[in-house]
């Protein structure tokens, strides 16, 4: 009877600690492009998925950055989503797709990329300190400022401004923000 009861016991802590990580696992799992994004994979593997990416994921595979954005990072991705590059002039992203456009489009989406992991709680922590501005991996600017205390606007180098429409999607090498906006470096 003691022996059953052990194993009982075990048993029922085996269960509940399944059952608490898998709670841990949902409760930083968030929904994007109708699609869940799971922390424990990382950049690519999440935004393959995402209905609300598929353009970001073509230019993706096509300049390149594939195994990159799969490497250990971390990294912050200001990922735009489709109706962002929707809103680029007619021919843009077409142009920008071309094998011939490779070092344009690398550049463009590198800018969206920063070293490190900067959740919401981070850039709104930075932006309230006064440092403002973070380097891209392209090697140019994002600036960031608050519109109210839960919304983030990041303005290119140009002047254009994105919201970040979905904040602090979880990965195993980072983080993503989408974006409703492309943003874009001086050329």
């Not at 841990?24 to 935004?47: H, L």
């Not at 950055?65 to 990294?75: A, D, N, Y």
């Not at 109210?148 to 979880?170: F, M, P, Q």
Request: glycine content about 6%.
């Amino acid at each position: 009877m003691q022996s059953m009861l052990k194993s009982a016991s075990l048993v029922l802590t085996f269960v509940l600690a399944v059952f608490a990580a898998n709670a841990q696992v949902k409760s930083n799992t968030v929904m994007v492009g109708g699609e869940a994004m799971f922390p424990m994979k990382n950049i690519v593997e999440n935004a393959v998925n995402s209905k609300a990416h598929t353009t970001l994921v073509a230019a993706v595979k096509a300049a390149g950055l594939v195994e990159t954005l799969q490497s250990k990072g971390p990294f912050t991705v200001f990922a735009p989503v489709n109706d962002a590059f929707e809103n680029l002039p007619a021919g843009t992203v077409e142009t920008l797709l071309k094998p011939e456009s490779k070092p344009t489009l690398t550049k463009v989406l590198t800018y969206h990329v920063v070293a490190g992991k900067y959740d919401f709680k981070a850039i709104s922590a930075m932006i309230k300190k006064g440092n403002k501005t973070l380097k891209t991996v392209s090697g140019g600017t994002l600036t960031f400022m608050m519109n109210g205390s839960r919304n983030i606007v990041v303005k290119d180098e140009n002047g254009a401004t994105a919201n970040i429409t979905t904040y602090d999607v979880y990965q195993s090498n980072g983080v993503i923000h989408s974006i409703d906006t492309v943003l874009l470096p001086k050329m």
